[in-house]
């Protein structure tokens, strides 16, 4: 059934991104062979920068937080790597993949806990629903880029 088919692709997929501070340190590499060692596929990716008004609305939730206006900023610094990542449990397991928001509380051996300068220079964004990591992933990506 059409009903049963979209949820399970939802559920499969997650939306990440690799964040300026990653970028421009030269871990794109290492974070990707991780990723796919781990037991993603890549789906869609690119190279690309947000804007002020793309970084405001993703981080929307967080507009009333008072790191709202340095997390716009360094979002926007530099480019990042979008990405689209196929795993069953998709969105759990990446999370648990990339660690704890702030990388003193990251597991040992998570991305963050090997990548992450700090709280908010944290290398790496996971969606945090299947909902939401739909979202992202179209903002991004047309049907026709995603494999
Ligand atoms: N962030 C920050 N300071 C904080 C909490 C979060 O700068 O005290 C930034 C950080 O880059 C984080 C992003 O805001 O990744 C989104 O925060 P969220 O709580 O959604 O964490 P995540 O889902 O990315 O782990």
Redesign the pocket.
């Known amino acids: 059934m059409l009903s049963n088919k979209t949820h399970t692709m939802a559920t499969n997929r997650t939306f990440t991104m690799l964040?300026p501070d990653a970028v421009r340190k030269g871990y794109i590499g290492g974070i990707l062979d991780q990723i796919t060692a781990s037991g993603f596929r890549i789906v869609a990716m690119k190279l690309t920068q947000l804007t002020t008004d793309d970084a405001k609305a993703f981080?929307a939730v967080?507009s009333e937080?008072p790191?709202y206006g340095?997390?716009v900023e360094?979002m926007t610094s530099g480019p990042i790597v979008a990405a689209i990542l196929e795993k069953e449990n998709a969105v759990e397991d990446f999370r648990t993949l990339i660690g704890?928001?702030n990388p003193e509380d990251a597991a040992e051996g998570t991305i963050r806990k090997k990548y992450a300068a700090s709280?908010?220079?944290?290398a790496v964004?996971?969606s945090?629903s299947d909902e939401n990591a739909a979202i992202e992933g179209a903002f991004h990506f047309s049907g026709r880029e995603q494999f």
């Open positions: 964040k981080y967080h937080r790191f340095e997390l360094y704890a928001t709280i908010s220079e944290n964004h996971g945090d």
